[in-house]
C-alpha cells in the first residue's frame, strides 16, 4: 500500500512538471442606462453592477482544462439574485484552429451584430455552454458553436442556438457573413396553444478599412440582414423580412463614432436587440476610449437610437473590462 501511494505521488509530481498551470481573473464594471421612453419599442432600464470571474487549469501541447466561476452582482439586489455560472471547458488551440467544448466565456470569441445577438447576453449570460470551433487562414477565418440556452423539464422550455461568422479579406477589402439558428421548443408537459417557434436569420456585409498603421482606424461596410420566423402550426410556413444593413466606424485616438443602419424590413431574431423589429432603424454611438492599458479597457458610448425615422431615444454605457493571467 505505502509503495502505490509513493508511486501515484512521483506520477503526479513528473506529470504536473510536463504540464503548465494556467489562470485568469476578470472583473467587469457595467453601467448602462436605457432612456427608451419616446419610441417605447424596447425596454427603458438601467443596468448597474459588477462580474468578477475566474479560471484555473492545465496546458500541454495546445490541450487546456480549464474551471471556475462568474459572477454577476447587480447594485441594489442581493448576492443570491443572479445565480453563479460554472465555467468547466476542454479547449486545443494552435495557429490556425481552435476548439473548445463545454462551459466558456462568449466574451472574445462570439460578436455578432446586436441585431442577431443583442448585448445584455454578456451581462446575463456570460458563457457558451456547447461547442465552438474556428478555422484561420491568410486570407480570413470562419467560426461556429453550439449553445444550449436551456434544458427541457415539465416547466422550463427547450431552446438552442447554432450560428456561424466569418470574414474573407483581401488587401482593404473585406467580406463578412453571419449565419444564426434558434430553436424555441416548448417543456415536457405540453401547454394549450403552444408551438414550436423557429428563428433564422443571415447577414452579408461587404466594406473597406483602412490600413492597420493609418492614425485613424475606420471602416464601413454594407449588405443584407435576412430573417425568418415560423410558428409551427401556426404561421402559414416561413415569414420572411429583408433589410439594407449598412455600419460605419471611425477611432482617432481615444474618440471614436459608430453608426449602424438597418431599413427595409422589420426582423424576429429570438436573442436581437428588439429595436430591429421595426421597418427603419439607425443607431449612432459616440465613443470615449478612457482606459487603453495592456489588460484594462474602459469605454463610455453616448447612443442615440432613431426609431421608424420619428422617436429619438438615447443611452448611455460605461463599461470597465480588467483582464489578467497567464
Known sequence: MKKSLFFVFVLSALIGRTQNFEYQVLFEGIGDNREYSNSNKAESQSILGSRGAFEIGIEKDGHRVRGG?????????DLDYHKPKLTL???????NKD?????????????FPLAM?????LYYRPNIEGM?????????????FVDWVSRQTDTIRENFMVGFSGEIVYKNLFLQNFLLMYHDAGPAIKLQDDHVKDYLGY??????RTNENSQIQSYIKAGI??????????TDGFQNAASLFAEANARYKNLGIKSV???????????????????????????????????????????????????????????IVYIFGK
Not at 100 to 109: E, I, S
Open 225 to 234: 440582414l435576412s430573417s425568418m420566423y415560423r410558428e409551427r402550426k401556426v
Open 89 to 95: 471547458y476542454y479547449g486545443y488551440s494552435d495557429e
Open 261 to 319: 443602419l438597418s431599413t427595409g424590413e422589420g426582423h424576429k431574431f429570438k436573442a436581437g436587440d428588439r429595436f430591429y423589429q421595426v421597418d427603419s432603424y439607425w443607431r449612432t454611438d459616440a465613443i470615449w476610449y478612457f482606459i487603453n492599458g495592456e489588460h484594462v479597457k474602459g469605454t463610455f458610448n453616448l447612443s442615440f437610437h432613431l426609431v421608424d425615422w420619428n422617436y429619438l431615444d438615447q443611452q448611455q454605457q460605461l463599461s
Open 132 to 144: 465552438f470551433g474556428e478555422v484561420r487562414w491568410d486570407w480570413g477565418y470562419q467560426n461556429g
Open 99 to 111: 476548439f473548445l467544448f463545454g462551459a466558456f466565456p462568449r466574451r472574445g470569441r462570439i460578436d
Open 203 to 208: 447577414a452579408l456585409q461587404a466594406g473597406i
Open 69 to 77: 466561476l462568474s459572477q454577476l452582482l447587480e447594485f441594489g439586489s
Open 117 to 121: 445577438l443583442t448585448d445584455t447576453l
